[in-house]
């Protein structure tokens, strides 16, 4: 395309991640990379790692991510700043509360990146996905001044805590947990009494092999733990790959996964279980299965497409798995975009509860008319599968063989109380695990494991030290 002016950035926009706010006529000179995008979107969150990648290889390269209020869910519009440090955006974000910019630049679809010379004219735009590779050789080309990248400032991670906590695993033997510390690209290792006893990854964003404290992760969410291997398994769900920390050397090596999304490869792993012989994996509408002898990894349930749809394997549907487990013969799954619990048996699947896409809620009866929101996680114990029913800030519980599903902790108000079970508040819990009789949580908009028991119907959280 024939180069053209940009327009530049209006004042008056909602600004983080910078001390200042920007305009393009004050970026005279320099390399200037637009993305378009809303915290809502699923394919902007998984061009986090390209659009690292790009300003790791072209440092001088300023990206600008330009969000579009108004797409999202309202808890999203309500709280920008949680949003931005969510989204692991370390560059300036621009609220574009009124589309002004959307507008300007003609942007249809999300996501979109805008490129911009020196001179402060448009290069071209692009959509979708590989952008590090379409994108990487025109802004070598293009040179521009080397004055380093912007500083952000505005929004920091405190490090001495949960950032956004995805999941948790135990090891029932050792009385360990794993907590998949999301916001902060590590693992970390706990006791029940809330020792750190360690943490695995370096918490710098990457995709490394090598020893706990040198490997990297992206974004980490689903683990389970082999006690027999005494190996760790995790879901890195930003770098689109399985990881393994071995004990007691505590290394970790990719195992499965390429570390870019693309179409028919493994994409997004969000949760994991194992069952025999295999790791089985909830990835972007696809359930996956890799084989623990070989590593070999295949597409085992989903034809891809986002729908709610059952039948045969690979011609039933997926909206958005975030969770799995099972209970030693079927494999359920949390399909988290449907409001929906399947279950994968004898090569069929089938939904258990939820109805479509559409429809979700907050009903306790019989699971063909129950209704749940969102759910992000599951658990298995004693005949019963635990829901972490997200989006109703709930603990839930679904019989199988009953079919009855009952909130077991939760108000339903959005909150951080500890109490009695149902006076008790969450914050959008993620994932659970029950170990020595108590379940713990991933309350992950509160960063805490919060600790529930039902014996005693009482929720605490679970303090970490050490």
Same mark, same amino acid.
């Given at each position: 395309?024939?180069?053209?002016?940009?327009?530049?950035?209006?004042?008056?926009?909602?600004?983080?991640?910078?001390?200042?706010?920007?305009?393009?006529?004050?970026?005279?000179?320099?390399?200037?990379?637009?993305?378009?995008?809303?915290?809502?979107?699923?394919?902007?969150?998984?061009?986090?790692?390209?659009?690292?990648?790009?300003?790791?290889?072209?440092?001088?390269?300023?990206?600008?991510?330009?969000?579009?209020?108004?797409?999202?869910?309202?808890?999203?519009?309500?709280?920008?700043?949680? #949003?931005?440090?969510?989204?692991?955006?370390? %560059?300036?974000?621009?609220?574009?509360?009124?589309?002004?910019?959307?507008?300007?630049?003609?942007?249809?679809?999300?996501?979109?990146?805008?490129?911009?010379? =020196?001179?402060?004219?448009?290069?071209?735009?692009?959509?979708?996905?590989?952008?590090?590779?379409?994108?990487?050789?025109?802004?070598?080309?293009?040179?521009?001044?080397?004055?380093?990248?912007?500083?952000?400032?505005?929004?920091?991670?405190?490090?001495?805590?949960?950032?956004?906590?995805?999941?948790?695993?135990?090891? *029932?033997?050792?009385?360990?947990?794993?907590?998949?510390?999301?916001?902060?690209?590590?693992?970390?290792?706990?006791?029940?009494?809330?020792?750190?006893?360690?943490?695995?990854?370096?918490?710098?964003?990457?995709?490394?092999?090598?020893?706990?404290?040198?490997?990297?992760?992206?974004?980490?969410?689903?683990?389970?733990?082999?006690?027999?291997?005494?190996?760790?398994?995790?879901?890195?769900?930003?770098?689109?790959?399985?990881?393994?920390?071995?004990? =007691?050397?505590?290394?970790?090596?990719?195992? #499965?996964?390429?570390?870019?999304?693309?179409?028919?490869?493994?994409?997004?792993?969000?949760?994991?279980?194992?069952?025999?012989?295999?790791?089985?994996?909830?990835?972007?509408?696809?359930?996956?299965?890799?084989?623990?002898?070989?590593?070999?990894?295949?597409?085992?349930?989903?034809?891809?497409?986002?729908?709610?749809?059952?039948?045969?394997?690979?011609?039933?549907?997926?909206?958005?798995?975030?969770?799995?487990?099972?209970?030693?013969?079927?494999? %359920?799954?949390?399909?988290?975009?449907?409001?929906?619990?399947?279950?994968?048996?004898?090569?069929?699947?089938?939904?258990?509860?939820?109805?479509?896409?559409?429809?979700?809620?907050?009903?306790?009866?019989?699971?063909?008319?129950?209704?749940?929101? *969102?759910? #992000?996680?599951?658990?298995? *114990?004693?005949?019963?599968?635990?829901?972490?029913?997200?989006?109703?800030?709930?603990?839930?519980?679904?019989?199988?063989?009953?079919?009855?599903?009952?909130?077991?902790?939760?108000?339903?108000?959005?909150?951080?109380?500890?109490?009695?079970?149902?006076?008790?508040?969450?914050?959008?819990?993620?994932?659970?695990?029950?170990?020595?009789?108590?379940? %713990?949580?991933?309350?992950?908009?509160?960063?805490?494991?919060?600790? %529930?028991?039902?014996?005693?119907?009482?929720?605490?959280?679970?303090?970490?030290?050490?």
């Amino acid at each position: 395309m024939k180069p053209t002016a940009a327009p530049d950035l209006p004042p008056g926009l909602l600004w983080f991640n910078t001390d200042r706010p920007l305009s393009l006529s004050d970026l005279a000179g320099r390399v200037v990379l637009l993305s378009f995008r809303t915290f809502a979107c699923a394919n902007c969150m998984r061009l986090v790692p390209e659009i690292r990648r790009l300003r790791k290889e072209h440092p001088a390269l300023v990206v600008i991510g330009v969000h579009a209020p108004g797409f999202e869910p309202a808890a999203v519009a309500g709280n920008f700043a949680e #949003a931005v440090r969510r989204s692991g955006a370390g %560059y300036p974000v621009a609220i574009d509360r009124d589309h002004r910019l959307r507008e300007a630049f003609g942007i249809r679809t999300w996501p979109t990146f805008v490129l911009i010379d =020196p001179e402060g004219k448009i290069v071209g735009t692009t959509t979708g996905e590989g952008i590090a590779g379409r994108l990487g050789p025109t802004i070598g080309r293009l040179g521009g001044d080397s004055a380093g990248p912007l500083q952000a400032g505005g929004v920091s991670v405190v490090k001495g805590a949960l950032y956004y906590p995805g999941k948790v695993a135990a090891d *029932h033997a050792g009385m360990r947990l794993f907590i998949s510390d999301t916001g902060h690209n590590r693992i970390v290792v706990a006791g029940t009494d809330g020792r750190i006893i360690e943490t695995i990854g370096s918490g710098e964003p990457g995709n490394a092999d090598g020893s706990s404290g040198k490997a990297a992760f992206y974004r980490p969410e689903g683990v389970a733990f082999d006690e027999a291997a005494g190996i760790l398994y995790v879901a890195d769900t930003g770098n689109h790959m399985i990881r393994a920390v071995s004990w =007691p050397d505590r290394a970790v090596a990719t195992v #499965a996964g390429t570390g870019l999304s693309a179409p028919g490869a493994l994409n997004a792993p969000r949760d994991i279980t194992l069952l025999g012989g295999f790791l089985y994996i909830a990835g972007a509408r696809r359930i996956w299965r890799m084989n623990l002898a070989t590593r070999e990894t295949e597409p085992y349930a989903g034809s891809g497409r986002e729908a709610l749809v059952d039948g045969p394997l690979m011609e039933a549907a997926f909206a958005g798995p975030s969770g799995i487990v099972t209970d030693g013969e079927a494999l %359920y799954v949390a399909d988290r975009e449907a409001s929906a619990i399947r279950r994968i048996k004898r090569g069929m699947v089938e939904t258990r509860i939820g109805h479509s896409l559409e429809d979700f809620g907050d009903l306790d009866t019989i699971a063909g008319m129950a209704r749940i929101h *969102h759910p #992000a996680g599951l658990a298995y *114990h004693q005949g019963l599968i635990a829901i972490a029913d997200t989006g109703n800030h709930k603990i839930k519980e679904f019989d199988p063989e009953t079919g009855w599903v009952l909130t077991r902790a939760g108000s339903g108000g959005q909150g951080d109380r500890d109490g009695l079970s149902g006076d008790a508040t969450f914050n959008e819990p993620g994932g659970l695990v029950n170990l020595g009789g108590l379940w %713990y949580i991933a309350d992950t908009k509160n960063h805490v494991v919060r600790v %529930y028991d039902p014996a005693g119907h009482v929720v605490s959280t679970l303090r970490l030290w050490g």
